[in-house]
């Protein structure tokens, strides 16, 4: 349980880290509470979109990973990004990413901040 905490509490941090340096990643509220509480919700959609979606499309995408050495996971990232955007829209969490380079820029950005606060963060291992 520590763990799951400490996943989300990580990538809440990052996806804070990329809204406040990109203008076209948006998170909107009344009050600090409320965009505090809903980063904390999106980043639980982005969580389980990157546990549930992610691998699937890594599998699917294989040949592309070794074709372009890597470098397709930026597209990955971006992807799982705008599609953490759509479900939020869904479930009314005021979080946008406008357009696909901008979700390719802050997917990069979300990948850094969040593995450097994993490498901070307590684990339960």
Do not use: E, Q, R, Y
Request: proline letters at 2%; zero cysteines.
């Amino acid at each position: 349980m520590k763990n799951f905490i400490v996943k989300t509490l990580a990538n809440a941090g990052a996806l804070g880290v990329a809204i406040w340096l990109i203008k076209d990643i948006t998170l909107t509220g009344d009050s600090t509470w409320h965009k505090t509480l809903t980063l904390i919700l999106v980043a639980l959609v982005f969580g389980v979109v990157n546990w549930l979606v992610k691998p699937i499309v890594k599998v699917l995408s294989f040949p592309l990973f070794i074709l372009t050495l890597g470098l397709i996971t930026l597209v990955v990232n971006a992807l799982m990004l705008l599609l953490t955007s759509w479900l939020a829209d869904k479930l009314s969490l005021n979080f946008h990413v406008h357009g696909f380079w901008t979700a390719v820029v802050g997917g990069l950005i979300i990948s850094i901040v969040s593995w450097a606060l994993h490498v901070i963060l307590p684990d339960d291992k």
